[in-house]
């Protein structure tokens, strides 16, 4: 039996099915579903949490960050089958399954290494004796995941965290369990002990009943904004940290038109990687007018030559969305700014071809009553906004109640970055589409979420960041304040 295909056993399939199971967007085909935990189940798995915590806490950081970079190790190893189960689960290019988990792995290693240092305590500087402040973990984390990215997504949250001294409970998308289950055994392969990574099959409104646990200590949520709100709203009344990284709808600004055909082709990958089922992907693109036309252009010729197909053939270039309701969801709101006046400068329909596909779409002349305006569009769809100056352009990408990520364009880097700084967003990239590296930090503002993850900031979101203050055993006791 292959290592994917062990854990916990298949269901029995009901008429209805179980919701956490492996569907082929590609083919419909329901491949494969498991049963979730029972309340008393869940109880053991968070007790069995909690009990490893003091056992891990007590290992050095570089004994922990030794196992973490052994999964990092495992899992190049085991590329090339977790690559086909992406594919499978997701509907993502095999190519860029396969670039998942180089990243995920790289993290991993990233952390396993670098991770001791970066939580090394701090001197603090003070008049007289010392004082440091030092990382300490929190105990319990619960992540919960979404299904675009399932390794990745994952491991930037678990692999610091591990190495910090945390010990995990995953609750994955419902839609990517088998590979959910790779990674739990990928950590044990590794070394990892029993209790301190476990994933759990659980249904999203089980969330809550864990978080309210009071050996659960913080929760971090990949995932919609409608998730991310009811994630915080609980964690908040139980006085416990979260992270949230929500939903986005990136600007990508263009401000002269030096190298063009690169800044079209930057645009062209910011839009349509992973099928436009990212976060962080560009999805508006806001042009100054003397560029306009020839941006429209050259963006429209790119996306036109995309193949749909087998996402597992290596010639495919544009796979299916994750899911039939994905596809319908984008098509509603491709529908509703054409109704409203929208222009279809390519695309708009769906292939006549079997799966969740829905055609490259290049839309403009979108207007602030159109869904599209507003709302992210997860998929292969772009919009353009015609601008006449910086400061209209910034307007324009700070109307939207999202500030994850953005691109700015210039041949001058002191322009850029003036742009760069008047935009609300956590993160951006200047003359390149917005991406992600182990040793930065990622996350956004206003609805896109709170927090960070990865970097020298993502991996103490999770720590106790804890004062200590030496002071000489015969001094003076000052007056106490506070």
């Not at 353009?384 to 953005?406: F, I, K, Q």
Request: proline content about 6%.
């Amino acid at each position: 039996m292959s290592r994917l295909q062990g854990g916990v056993m298949d269901a029995h399939v009901t008429a209805q099915g179980s919701p956490i199971a492996t569907v082929n967007p590609y083919t419909g085909e329901r491949v494969r579903e498991f049963p979730a935990l029972s309340a008393e189940d869940v109880g053991r798995a968070i007790d069995a949490a909690h009990s490893s915590f003091p056992n891990w806490r007590a290992r050095s950081t570089a004994d922990r960050g030794a196992l973490v970079q052994r999964a990092g190790r495992l899992m190049r190893e085991r590329k090339e089958e977790l690559a086909h189960l992406l594919t499978l689960e997701v509907g993502k290019l095999i190519d860029s399954s396969r670039a998942e988990v180089d990243l995920a792995s790289d993290i991993l290693t990233y952390y396993g290494e670098h991770g001791p240092e970066l939580l090394e305590e701090r001197p603090l500087p003070v008049p007289e004796g010392m004082a440091v402040l030092v990382n300490e973990p929190l105990g319990v984390l619960l992540g919960v995941m979404p299904w675009n990215f399932p390794l990745y997504q994952v491991v930037r949250f678990a692999g610091p965290n591990l190495v910090l001294g945390n010990t995990i409970l995953l609750k994955h998308a419902s839609s990517c369990p088998q590979s959910a289950l790779a990674l739990e055994q990928l950590f044990t392969d590794a070394g990892v002990p029993s209790g301190v990574y476990t994933n759990l099959f659980v249904r999203g409104k089980d969330v809550g009943k864990i978080i309210d646990d009071s050996r659960v200590q913080g929760a971090s949520l990949t995932g919609s904004e409608r998730a991310g709100v009811s994630l915080g709203e609980i964690a908040g009344r139980n006085v416990k940290k979260s992270v949230l990284e929500l939903g986005g709808s990136d600007p990508f600004v263009v401000l002269d038109d030096h190298n063009l055909e690169r800044t079209v082709y930057a645009a062209f990958l910011g839009r349509m990687g992973n099928t436009g089922q990212c976060c962080v992907a560009a999805k508006r693109f806001i042009v100054l007018a003397d560029v306009y036309d020839a941006f429209v252009t050259g963006l429209r010729d790119r996306m036109s030559e995309v193949q749909p197909g087998d996402p597992v053939d290596p010639a495919t270039t544009l796979g299916p969305l994750s899911s039939e309701a994905a596809a319908e969801l984008l098509m509603e709101q491709v529908r509703d700014a054409v109704d409203k006046g929208a222009t279809v400068v390519l695309g708009g329909g769906r292939p006549d071809l079997p799966g969740a596909f829905v055609e490259p779409t290049l839309l403009t002349d979108v207007t602030p009553d159109m869904r599209a305006y507003r709302e992210e569009l997860f998929g292969p769809v772009a919009t353009v906004y015609r601008v006449a100056d910086e400061d209209e352009a910034v307007a324009l990408a700070n109307t939207s109640p999202y500030g994850l990520g953005g691109a700015v364009f210039a041949a001058d880097p002191e322009r850029a970055r003036k742009v760069a700084d008047r935009l609300e967003a956590g993160m951006v990239w200047i003359n390149h589409p917005t991406a992600s590296r182990p040793e930065l930090p990622f996350g956004g503002i206003k609805r896109s979420g709170y927090g960070r993850e990865l970097g020298d900031v993502g991996i103490v979101e999770f720590a106790n960041r804890k004062l200590v203050r030496y002071v000489d055993a015969d001094a003076p006791i000052e007056e106490v304040l506070g």
